[in-house]
């Protein structure tokens, strides 16, 4: 029964803030943690730092994650769709020095407002589940697995090369260092060893690198960047023999995976960290100060190999391993990391361009080894590196190798220097164990305690948590749980003497590792309830950007598999699907001299000139520039809360899943925004026409035709939404509301036939635009919720075709189409085709020189 009173416009804000309402005192969204028997999906997207404000990119990731969520549950899924928050972190502790305020006040506030903003959205979230990872009941499961990974000798201390900021008194990551220079402090970075927390994570580098095969659902670029990094090579490990032994070396160690061209070797390079440089280094002042130097630079691979090559000379020299007569000076480099290989290489300059930067520069050999199959130009500035399975030709190649790919170069003198006694082929991985100390305040505190008799204790699990203190300041630069004595001065858990708590906190990088697994039941007093996690995991839909495509994932990764052998889980796969979704992009207004400005500081015009942008304070115009990320610095930022003020979160749903594929860039703009938000409208005065429509019989072959584009779009629609094809599905939707529109104005539709028509509509765009499709539902008279009512089912029969439409091509051109049935034979097309009268206008009463039929495809007239 349809209402007898409808609103001419759809109020998206009172209609919006009506059904969440609803939601909400049903818990509909709410799922059990206890197995129920029914089929289970676990979407979740990568939860968001709190920073106060949402921006429109998680408006389109977390309208994506929603939209299959809902449609799961439609389908019959019993469906895990949560929502916490990735709390701890720097940005806090800068807004207490900045702004006079406790890191916690900053986040819990923060996390309130962006509360508020996402529940603006109408998203299926399960609230009840939700946590923050500075929540004292988070951090101290997580200190627990700290423990238990401690145990499974899985966590471990150990002296690492860090970047260390003198002034703020903290290590640094690499991105964090800018020319030399802390990000924050602008003072000049050192290089120090200190004693750092790690965990493992290198023990499972050939089982993260080979069950990347089993991830189907994962985009295969993902696959290869965690493949990358990772880096699993074959090369070969050797000794070069010194010339005069010191210092307690008669060797140097390598390890390479460039063997083949050991002919073209001219020098070698140690790091500043090796022993012998560092042996070397204490009587020689000059070599101390270049080791020195060289710590002040940053420690990324990265940077290494765009910065400037710098060498010292040890006066030393090793026997070239080929040639009796020959020798090759050892060189202390800064492009030579000890954290990789041995510390050591052998330098080939030719084919390696950090090494032919060196070697112009201290005039060293360049030596080539291997040419282009039809080119023998010697190497000049650029060095000579084709891809390892590209075919060449190689001179005075040790194991004699003369036309050959890299690869069969590598392996031939792997063997020949197995062979002949000279090293070991061995496989070596890139990855390296995960340095998780930070000297800061706000984040998860180590469980560990520090006694002189006892050394390093874990703390005892019945004094778990150990919380962060509440009463820290800010106003001295380092880390404040080092000034801070009654928390950090504790009894030895072993021995109860006095011992000194470890003051580092756990990387942030911990904390979302393995969230994923809490959410399965965030109230167990474990860090996981094991039959739960075993029900929702791994989770079946995981959405992210493509920025937390390596270390997240890759971390994640270990955890579950950390998890799984401390007795926390069973499953070492914590994400089935995977997809990261496009960026949202704005055109930016201004430039670098006259300032940026905001859209909603403009005013826009269209004309013979094209769009026009000027101020609305003072009418000035303002350059229209490129179309770019949104970003705070060239505010062409977006608010989503003006969004939804103005439009309702409907609309801006519909615009983030319509406008392009979602691994795809959105490029935001106020036409696509009012364009779908007049389909809003369209759909409600839509509704609304077929609710009032009398109830009358109509054309059989017009209701045949509309019931068949509804079955087709559902049925389309149903293959698009589970592989997150939402802008495919949203045009489906377009062509199906167009028929509906189409049909209602002729007149010629039983009220059945468009009642049956809407409802399918209304069902498929429920996910995308819940409130709406709920009014709407609402409207036709249902009493149930559309959110809770099942998908509905596609009538096969429908999608039977009776007759397939062909282009007609005259003399290759398509002029235009005809309708045939789908069993019509070739004589009957040809018939069919030469009675229209375009291709008897075309033929002028001649017969056609040719005329193609190509079943079920097209007809070409020749001639």
Excluded at 98 to 111: L, S
Excluded at 165 to 182: H, S
Excluded at 775 to 792: I, Q
Aim: aromatic residues 10%; negative net charge.
């Amino acid at each position: 029964m349809a209402s007898e009173q409808h609103s001419e416009r759809y109020n998206a804000k009172s209609v919006e803030r009506k059904w969440q309402k609803v939601w909400d005192e049903k818990e509909l969204f709410k799922a059990e943690t206890a197995p129920t028997g029914r089929d289970t999906y676990y979407v979740l997207e990568m939860f968001p730092y709190p920073s106060g404000r949402i921006h429109i990119g998680h408006v389109r990731n977390y309208a994506m994650g929603d939209v299959i969520a809902r449609y799961k549950r439609a389908k019959g899924f019993e469906v895990l769709h949560p929502m916490g928050w990735d709390a701890f972190g720097m940005p806090a502790e800068n807004a207490a020095m900045k702004g006079n305020t406790h890191p916690k006040t900053w986040t819990y506030a923060n996390i309130a407002e962006m509360r508020k903003q996402l529940k603006s959205m109408g998203l299926s979230l399960d609230w009840s589940r939700e946590f923050a990872t500075c929540d004292v009941e988070y951090y101290s499961k997580q200190q627990k697995l700290f423990l238990d990974f401690m145990k499974a000798g899985l966590a471990y201390r150990k002296n690492a090369r860090v970047n260390w900021d003198p002034v703020d008194m903290t290590v640094l990551a690499n991105e964090q260092v800018i020319d030399g220079k802390g990000w924050r402090s602008g003072a000049e970075v050192e290089q120090r060893e200190l004693t750092q927390w790690f965990f493992k994570i290198s023990d499972f580098s050939d089982d993260l690198l080979q069950s990347l095969d089993g991830l189907e659902d994962w985009p295969d670029k993902v696959k290869l960047m965690q493949a990358n990094w990772i880096g699993k090579s074959r090369g070969l490990q050797m000794k070069f023999a010194l010339t005069e032994p010191t210092h307690g070396f008669d060797a140097l160690e390598i390890y390479t995976t460039r063997p083949d061209t050991l002919a073209g070797a001219s020098f070698m390079a140690i790091a500043p960290e090796h022993p012998l440089a560092l042996a070397l280094a204490q009587e020689n002042d000059a070599l101390a100060k270049f080791n020195a130097d060289v710590r002040k630079t940053g420690t990324s691979a990265e940077e290494l190999e765009k910065a400037e090559k710098q060498g010292f000379d040890t006066g030393l020299t090793v026997k070239h391993p080929l040639y009796e007569d020959q020798t090759l000076p050892i060189y202390v480099a800064n492009f030579v990391l000890m954290d990789y290989g041995t510390g050591a290489i052998f330098a080939c300059p030719a084919h390696d361009q950090r090494d032919l930067d060196f070697a112009r520069k201290y005039s060293l050999p360049v030596i080539d080894t291997f040419f282009a199959i039809n080119d023998e130009t010697p190497v000049k500035d650029e060095a000579f590196v084709p891809a390892k399975t590209e075919k060449v030709r190689f001179v005075n190649q040790p194991a004699g190798v003369e036309v050959a790919t890299g690869q069969e170069a590598i392996d031939a003198t792997i063997d020949w220097a197995e062979k002949n006694g000279l090293g070991e082929g061995r496989e070596q991985f890139r990855l390296r164990d995960w340095g998780v100390s930070r000297q800061r305040y706000w984040g998860c505190p180590i469980p560990v305690v520090h006694c002189k008799d006892c050394g390093v204790v874990p703390e005892k699990e019945e004094n778990l948590p150990v919380e962060l203190p509440e009463d820290v300041s800010f106003d001295t630069p380092g880390n404040p749980l080092d000034r801070h004595p009654t928390w950090r001065d504790v009894p030895c858990p072993s021995c109860g003497k006095p011992a000194k708590r470890e003051t580092d906190t756990m990387d942030t990088f911990v904390d979302s590792s393995w969230y994923f697994a809490r959410f399965a039941d965030p109230t167990v007093s474990t860090p996981t309830n094991v039959e739960a996690a075993n029900k929702w995991l791994p989770v079946d839909q995981y959405i992210g950007g493509i920025e937390h495509a390596i270390l997240h994932l890759l971390y994640s990764r270990f955890f579950a598999r950390a998890m799984s052998i401390t007795g926390h889980m069973d499953v070492t796969e914590p994400f089935k699907g995977l997809f990261t979704q496009g960026m949202v992009v704005h055109e930016t207004y201004g430039d670098k001299d006259m300032g940026w400005f905001e859209p909603s500081e403009l005013r826009m015009e269209d004309g013979g000139n094209g769009r026009r942008a000027f101020r609305l304070d003072n009418g000035e115009e303002v350059p229209i520039g490129s179309i770019e990320k949104m970003s705070k610095s060239k505010r062409n930022v977006v608010d989503p809360e003006d969004i939804i003020d103005s439009y309702g979160a409907d609309t801006a749903r519909w615009f983030v899943l319509s406008d392009s594929p979602p691994d795809r860039d959105v490029i935001w703009t106020e036409a696509g925004v009012e364009g779908a938000h007049r389909f809003v409208q369209r759909l409600w005065r839509l509704v609304n026409t077929i609710a009032d429509t009398e109830n009358k019989s109509g054309d059989t072959q017009a209701d045949l035709a509309l019931r068949k584009a509804a079955h087709k779009a559902l049925a389309n629609v149903d293959d698009m939404i589970p592989s997150l094809r939402y802008n495919s599905a949203v045009a489906q939707i377009y062509t199906l509301v167009n028929a509906l529109e189409a049909a209602a104005r002729a007149g010629n539709v039983s009220k059945p036939c468009l009642h049956e028509a809407i409802i399918i509509t209304l069902q498929m765009i429920a996910p995308m635009m819940p409130h709406l499709a709920e009014e709407c539902w609402a409207t036709l008279g249902f009493e149930d919720l559309v959110s809770a009512t099942p998908w509905p089912k596609v009538d096969r029969e429908m999608l039977v075709e009776d007759e397939i439409t062909l282009p007609v091509q005259i003399n290759g051109k398509r002029k235009g189409e005809i309708s045939v049935p789908v069993d019509a034979d070739k004589n009957w097309v040809e018939n069919h085709v030469l009675a229209q009268d375009f291709v008897q206008k075309a033929l002028s009463g001649k017969e056609p020189k040719k005329l193609v039929v190509v079943p079920g495809r097209i007809v070409n007239v020749v001639i």
